[in-house]
């Protein structure tokens, strides 16, 4: 079983910073990606960011430039940095990976409980 763990979230006011980590525990022969997700109220769980085992980075255009994805392998953890943040960067932020947890197994997408980050105005 593969167990992600989200930490780091919290109360900021617009223009401060967070950084939030994720912590993947359990059997797992290996990761291919791990990335964020957020979901505001009302609105649709929407991508963050991700980064590939290998370094390659997505950001979502609202966050390119404020946020930064990136990864400690030897850990299985994964870190976003968030600065200059904005009141609708309010929202659960998932943290998401995919990971094989056996070599008998395919790949399989897994997800954190979220944690909240509130963004006052």
């Known amino acids: 079983q593969v167990q992600l763990v989200e930490s780091g979230g919290g109360l900021v006011q617009a223009g401060g910073s967070l950084r939030l980590s994720c912590a993947a525990s359990?059997?797992?022969?290996?990761?291919?990606?791990m990335g964020w997700y957020r979901q505001a109220p009302g609105k649709q769980r929407e991508l963050v960011a991700i980064?590939?085992?290998?370094?390659?980075?997505n950001y979502a255009d609202s966050v390119k430039g404020r946020f930064t994805i990136s990864r400690d392998n030897a850990k299985n953890t994964v870190y976003l940095q968030m600065n200059s943040l904005k009141p609708e960067d309010t929202a659960v932020y998932y943290c998401?990976?995919?990971?094989?947890?056996?070599?008998?197994?395919?790949?399989?997408?897994?997800w954190g409980q979220g944690t909240q980050v509130t963004v006052s105005s």
């Open positions: 980064i590939i085992v290998g370094g390659s980075t």
């Open positions: 359990g059997t797992m022969h290996s990761i291919k990606h």
């Open positions: 998401n990976a995919e990971v094989q947890p056996t070599t008998r197994q395919f790949y399989n997408n897994y």
